[in-house]
């Protein structure tokens, strides 16, 4: 199987902590993107980093991409209860034509 | 402009009968997918249609899975005979191409009694 895989499973912080996910995936990728899901419905997409980019910022989340390592991390500082939810990495290799996704990280954020 | 849409947004089915769900993507969009996500999973890849090329049909669980997309935009997943094991969250998404973010249709909710 292609599909990558996160960790941890599930993460519970308290509000204003830093949240960190990690994602690993198989084969050469293109680019990978993270994803956020509310209410097990339609995902939102929060970042999209290239495979010649190392890191990319966009307001409090912060994604780095290690190739060497064929991993990646997303890293929400200042939490707030209103993150709470499920973040998936999808990954889209070179070949194939479409995006993997991994099993997800379940974030609760505690007021 | 309006994002992507999927109808019905709950179906409800007995086994052994056929359904259809409905995508409308966002208009101009040359790339569809379908996705399958069961309680608390990932997303499960189905199908996908890039412009008019042949459509990657490599997900579909069995040959009782069909998806048809009419003129490059509404997209229609039919399964026949229904399961009970079909019963899942189907999620339709269309990208501007075919590696650039994808914008996620609210889902079907399938149940199959």
């Known amino acids: 199987s292609q599909q990558g895989e996160e960790d941890p499973q599930a993460l519970s912080i308290q509000e204003g902590e830093n949240a960190t996910m990690n994602c690993s995936y198989k084969?050469?990728?293109?680019?990978l993107q993270w994803y956020r899901q509310n209410s097990g419905r339609g995902l939102v997409h929060l970042i999209l980093?290239?495979?010649?980019?190392r890191e990319k910022h966009s307001g409090r989340l912060r994604v780095t991409l290690d190739t060497s390592k064929k991993s990646s991390s997303l890293l929400i500082t200042a939490s707030r209860a209103a993150d709470t939810a499920s973040y998936f990495c999808?990954?889209?290799?070179?070949?194939?034509?479409?995006?993997?996704f991994g099993q997800g990280t379940e974030l609760s954020v505690k007021p | 402009g309006a994002g992507v849409s999927q109808s019905p947004s709950n179906k409800v089915t007995e086994k052994g009968k056929d359904v259809e769900l409905r995508c409308d993507p966002i208009?101009?969009?040359?790339?569809l997918y379908w996705y399958r996500q069961s309680l608390g999973q990932g997303l499960e890849f189905l199908i996908y249609f890039q412009g008019n090329s042949a459509p990657d049909k490599s997900g579909l669980p069995s040959d009782r899975f069909s998806a048809e997309r009419t003129g490059g935009s509404v997209s229609t997943l039919t399964i026949q005979r229904t399961q009970q094991e079909d019963s899942a969250v189907y999620l339709c998404a269309s990208s501007a191409d075919r590696d650039n973010e994808q914008f996620f249709g609210p889902g079907t909710r399938l149940t199959v009694l």
């Open positions: 980093i290239r495979s010649n980019e």
């Open positions: 208009s101009g969009h040359t790339a």
């Open positions: 999808a990954s889209y290799y070179n070949q194939g034509g479409k995006l993997i």
């Open positions: 084969t050469s990728i293109n680019n």
